[in-house]
């Protein structure tokens, strides 16, 4: 069976319907976890307008990525829909998932509009390489999303907000499996489509959701899921699954992210305790 095909057949919403609320609310969430669930929510509820981006191009007019990207979409709206209703099932005060997506996009960031332009503007006189870029750019993202659903899984205390994250964090898997089967296929032999996606990323990686929040904000969030020293043993993870890319050996992007963004961290977030902290040499 094709790749494609595989991802047809069992393609689905996330099911949550069976969950055990009464549950869910006995264990409550923490307040990190709340502020975590609503990054969470946002990240995912952008899909569809990134989907309405690339939708425009023509590149994207090819049945088989046209085929995944409807999939993608709908299994990441109901990544949304599935938190939005366990906060709620919680108490936590929360408008439903669509009010909260079109929220996000009307504040989107200036950064969020650039990229769609620049998005159009490769697609239009690179378009292979473009295709490529793509794919590996959903890799790279698709392997942080994993990461962070696998993080809480291990941290909660709340066993339905764990199953929860197990059923979706499965379906990332297979996002992150297409994504990465296809920047292999297309970086094959293709040196200048290696060079530039390695380029793009060592000069513009951020993890996702950056776009939508500000960078200190989108920064802050990630290191809270990811605290201490954790943030650099996740960043080095995905450097080694996609260094197994061709002509992505000792790619460094996420790790100089991580490095990058310590200053602007409160200090409880840091790494390393700021050096008036740090305990003076004997
Ligand atoms: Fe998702
Ligand atoms: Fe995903």
């Not at 790494?271 to 902290?277: I, K, L, Q, S």
Request: contains cysteine.
């Amino acid at each position: 069976m094709s790749d494609i095909a595989q991802h047809v057949a069992v393609s689905d919403r996330v099911e949550i319907e069976d969950l055990d609320w009464d549950l869910a609310r006995k264990h409550g969430l923490t307040d990190r976890e709340i502020e975590n669930l609503k990054f969470f929510a946002d990240v995912e509820s952008q899909t569809v307008y990134y989907f309405l981006e690339v939708a425009k191009l023509e590149v994207v007019r090819d049945p088989e990525l046209l085929t995944f990207l409807t999939m993608w979409n709908y299994e990441e709206y109901f990544h949304s829909h599935a938190i939005t209703r366990l906060m709620q099932e919680c108490g936590v005060p929360i408008e439903n998932a669509t009010e909260r997506s079109t929220k996000v996009r009307a504040g989107a960031r200036f950064k969020a509009k650039l990229e769609d332009f620049a998005q159009t503007m490769m697609a239009k006189t690179m378009p292979k390489r473009f295709v490529a870029l793509w794919m590996f750019w959903g890799a790279l993202q698709e392997c942080l999303t994993m990461q962070a659903y696998e993080e809480v899984i291990r941290s909660t205390q709340n066993p339905v907000l764990a199953e929860m994250f197990r059923r979706i964090a499965k379906q990332e898997r297979r996002h992150f499996a297409y994504y990465f089967g296809q920047a292999r296929t297309r970086l094959t032999d293709n040196k200048r489509a290696q060079k530039f996606c390695r380029f793009i990323a060592q000069r513009f990686y951020s993890p996702v959701g950056s776009g939508v929040k500000s960078e200190g904000e989108a920064a802050a969030l990630v290191a809270r899921l990811f605290p201490g020293k954790r943030i650099f043993d996740v960043m080095s993870y995905i450097e080694r699954r996609m260094a197994q890319l061709p002509g992505m050996e000792g790619l460094d992007a996420c790790t100089r992210w991580a490095a990058k963004i310590q200053p602007k961290l409160p200090a409880e977030l840091r790494a390393e305790p700021p050096a008036d902290e740090q305990p003076l040499a004997a």
